[in-house]
């Protein structure tokens, strides 16, 4: 074997032991970490691969960003440490079912376009990946980008709706600030409790 | 609604003092390289004067926390052509300052003046035991104790220590000569009560002030009147 | 200590073991638990042994309620042990920052008791006196003020301001931060020479200094954004709870007991009260720095006015107030503090009570806090101007 | 373009000089950016800072890593033990790596990514799992909540960084750091050679507010803001694992100084169109060239620390969605146009 596919092998088995360590570790928190591995080694095949720019991608966009999304998700609302008893009982058959059922689909599917086909290893490098992803295929990246915008503001629009809880309103910092020399004026004084208002609800990630 | 983010004035004017701050010199005091100049009424350790101790036993008596330990024990003076006396012979005194407060009570009450205060402050120990001050450790602060400091303009010395230097002096002069007939207590500042510019005080009265408030006025106006006088002689000679 | 809601209804579905985090869900929303947290009694955020148990619902705090006691030495019940002229040792340390004030408001309930008219330059060296240590004070919770919301400079510069003050404080008093210069009946001794030439200078250059607070903090847009708005007290609710001071005025509330009940010659000089109306924490730092000038200025005119004389009567070897009681009531630093005394003519007083401002501003703090967010905790606890020491005694 | 001197025959000893420079570094750039911090911050403060460890308490820092060493490691009984023994480890070795595709003058840099500026954006974001994972595994409610606000910081300041980024990328027309110093050298603005920071203002200024904030550093230190959560994530650390995290927070001013440094300031060109010596004295120019403008970047960083009070969480995040990422949307929009006009 060469280096590359000693490489490739060995991210794939990282990758895969750390994807079911995932699935069957008791602890959603180092279900998360073990995502970060797996996530890793995915790019690390990509960067075999040959795709240095995907990889990187990879690793700004799942590591970097939906893992910590994921893991703030799981700080809010699994705060205490420890295992998470059960959770869902429906039990492990359907979930490994339907596992292996797209596993075996991606390999069929795979198989069948390139069956034994042997990919040269090159080297991409970006501005290539750059013609094809705006030249080339300019209409469906630009599509895409399109629904994914209309989709982020739709969450935005859902999360403004909702009312509830969130920080006091900010202070209106035009609001004139009270002059030394003023005399006490009682109708300013605040409100013991304002009231949030939705407007000025923060719209975060 | 607008973020309080557009960098402003307010920003940069903080960011100017911190730059202006940089690049004045340090306030730093570079402590064990270079001591401090403690003023002489500076509560650092406490000195014993043995001499004049009377084991009175009042400092250990007034201590908030008695950390002060006397022992003492009674000595048969013989006097010629007399009865003998007794006397009190001071065993032992000791501070113990892992205990003291500082509050200065001690030195405070002492009818004898045999505590001062004296500003040195590094004795710190690596045991606890090491903080009391036997009398030989504090008889030897009392190398370390400053003359007391002159007193602001205005102000009168206590009776007693003004009655010492009136008689140390008519002593003096005693001895000198009885020919010159000087005259007494230089130092002394004339009014003893308060004095107020009573022209002052009548013309404000009659404008309608009130008489607390023109009484003041009229007394600041005396005072720095007297001032300007003094400063006055004082330029003569 | 959990004041967690009971469950009431809707699905509750399980948790780990160990786990105090369940998921609720009612009225087709997730209710969410709060959490329970202790700031304190170790925080750097409540200067010294407070402590507050919060929940917190997020960010914003539902309920707070302040814990102290953490620093009780029982002053009150050692003054009745003490002899008048170890009290004032005594009361410097409560307050640790308002040393001069507290001793001052003693001697004044002693003297108040005997009757007994103190020498007129006493007095004008108390005021400035007093009002040097309110700087002092003031400029200790500036420093931290800024401190607490992360900016760390003003601290420092605060405390280089506070050592030059107490530089030259220390050579009339010979103590830095408990002072223990006033006695019943006077002071304990006249002023050194050249110490009011310093006190004009300081005077001179403390006025230059708060400037460069004013520059570094009040126009900032962050820090103004931190404060504005921020833990708004109403002035009828701080009436209500009994707050005093600064925290007091910045709701536009002028009361201040050097005007309303002048006590030592605070009635022969011009008192400015410095008052702002909105209450929040923003206001409250305006008022100190404003506090400051006011200060000043009455520390010029005693520099004007000061007159000749003795500092000190003639007292008794010990001092013994007659049977009965009295109650004095000090501007200090913080808010008022009160000073009742009971004697029944022995040598120590029978009961002594104080009020203390801390304790009253303090008591401010669950309504202050809760609904606000926790980072606005640290601008509401730092300018809701409190000494644990004082709150404790 | 020059090549990297580490592009050495046996490939084994190319790697391991390669690792080695990455780490020394590391280290001395977070050593000499952490002094710097120190006696900046000491005099704008109006006092001097260290001044026993050796001269000037220039040794301070590493008598302060020998001391770390010998205290006691401690791990909470609550705490995840394996989570929090490796956090330190993922906060540090990111910036290690990114170290690895920064050019540090003419030809020193470690590897020459095609994707340079993109690879090390996304690893200096992988930073932020060791601060989650501190924060998770110390079974503390204040490094959780510290944890928290880093991730919920981090979300929100990688887009202007990154946006911020882009723009520049866009104008050089390469991804790779060496490429955009190259590209800067060649700038010229209407004839005037120029450093892209000049045109590209809005762009050093998205990029430097951003940088501090995936820092955590102040005024956007509020997953750590000692007087709230006494240190966020770092509040159960002690010894070495505590100085780890102190080393990434340096070396992290150090590598975004850096990568600033590289695209809006010119690199280790003094200025553009001034060209270096050949040889070695061209590379020690560029590297002293390149130091000093990431000292005076770190020196910047440290004013603003001395300076202004940390913003609440609520603002931080606002002032990021509604100024910043707009901002930088219209920033790259910007420079698309004038780059295609011109």
Known sequence: ??????????????????????????????????????????????????????????????????????????????????????????????????????????????????????IAL???????????????????????????????????????????????????????????????DSSSWPQRQPEPTPDEREVSA | MAAPSLPGSGLLKGLGLTFKTML?????????????????????????????????????????????????SKETVPVEGGRTRTRNVLDRFAIDFALCMYCGICVEVCPFDALFWSPEFEYAEYDIRELTH???????????????????????????????????????????????????????PEAEGPQIDEELFARLVAEGTPERAARAKAKAAFVKAQKRREREQGGDQ | MSETLPHEGGVILPGGPGEAMSVEIRDGGLVTQEMNLNIGPQHPAT????????????????????????MHRGFEKLAEARDYRQIIALVNRHDWLSAFCNELGVALAVERLMELEVPERAQWIRVLMSEWNRILNHLMFIGSFGLELGAITPVFFSFREREDIQSFLESATGGRLHFTYTRVGGLKEDLPAGFLDASRQMAA????????YRQLLLG?????????????????????????????????????????????????????????????????FVVLLDRIDASLDLIEQVHEGLP?????????????????ATYVRTENPLGQGGYYLVSDGGKTPWRMRMRTPSFSNIQMVPELLEGSLLSDMIAILGSVYFVVGDVDR | MATSVFALEPLWLALLLQALAALLLFLIGAVVVGYLEHKVLAHMQDRLGPMEAIWHGIGQLPADGLKFLQKEDIIPTAADRWVFALAPAVAVVPGVVVIAVLPFGPGLWLTDLDAGIFFALAASGVTVLGTLMAGWSSANKFSLMGGLRGAAQLISYELPLVLAAAAIVIQAGTLSLPGIVEAQHGFTLFGVPMIYGIPHIIGLGLFFVAALAELSRPPFDMPIADSELIAGHMTEYTGMRYAFFMLSEYAGMVILSALATVLFLGGWYPWPGVGLPEGAAGMVLGFVITFAKILVLSAIMVWLRATFPRMREDQLQRLSWSVLIPLGLLNIVLVATAKVWF
């Open chain 3, 205 to 212: 250059t403390m006025r230059s200094r708060n400037d460069e």
């Open chain 2, 24 to 72: 004045s010199p340090a306030t730093t005091a570079q402590y064990p390289h270079v001591k401090p100049e403690l003023p002489p009424r500076t509560r650092g350790v406490i000195a014993l004067m043995e001499e004049n101790c009377t084991v009175c036993m009042l400092c250990a008596k007034e201590c908030p926390d008695w950390c002060i330990y006397i022992d003492s």
């Open chain 3, 308 to 324: 000749a004389g003795p500092v000190n009567r003639k007292m008794p070897k010990t001092v013994k107030a007659p049977e009965g």
């Open chain 3, 47 to 70: 200067h010294g042994v407070l402590r507050v148990v919060i929940d917190l619902d997020g960010e914003v705090i539902v309920r707070a309620r302040p814990v102290i006691g953490y």
């Open chain 1, 1 to 118: 074997m060469s280096v590359p596919e000693v490489v490739m092998l060995a991210t794939g088995v990282v990758g895969g032991a750390a994807a079911l360590l995932v699935v069957t570790s008791r602890n959603v928190v180092h279900s998360a970490l073990y995502l970060v591995v797996a996530l890793l080694a995915v790019a690390g095949v990509f960067l075999v691969l040959g795709a240095e720019f995907v990889a990187w991608a990879q690793v700004l966009v799942y590591v970097g960003a939906v893992v910590v999304l994921l893991l703030f998700g799981l700080m809010l609302t699994r705060a205490p440490i420890g295992p998470t008893g059960q959770g869902n009982e429906l039990g492990k058959a359907m979930p490994l079912a339907v596992a292996l059922a797209v596993f075996a689909g991606l390999v069929a599917l795979i198989v069948t376009s390139y069956g034994g086909e042997v």
């Open chain 2, 134 to 188: 036997e009398k030989e450790r504090l008889r030897e602060w009392m190398d370390t104790v400053p003359p007391p400091p002159p007193l602001e303009e205005g102000a009168v010395p206590p009776a007693e220590i003004e009655a010492g230097i009136a008689a140390a002096r008519k002593e003096a002069e005693e001895a000198v000569a009885k020919a010159k007939a000087a005259a007494e207590g230089g130092g002394e």
């Open chain 3, 220 to 284: 900032n847009e962050i820090f103004q954004a931190r404060t504005k708005g921020v833990g708004a007290l109403a002035p009828d609710v701080a009436v209500d709870y009994g707050v005093t001071g600064p925290t007091l005025h910045a709701t536009g509330v002028a009361e201040d007991v050097r005007l309303s009940e002048p006590y030592c010659v605070y009635d022969e000089l011009d008192v400015k009260v410095p008052v702002r109306t909105n209450g929040d924490s923003y206001d409250r």
């Open chain 1, 122 to 184: 090159e080297h991409v490098p970006p501005a290539a990946l750059g013609e094809v992803l705006y030249v080339a295929w300019a209409l469906p990246f630009m599509t895409l980008g399109f629904l994914l915008t209309l989709a982020l503001i739709g969450a935005v629009v859902i999360a403004r709706r909702e009312e509830g809880e969130g920080p006091l309103p900010e202070p209106d910092p035009d609001e004139p600030e009270a002059a030394e020399a003023s005399p006490p």
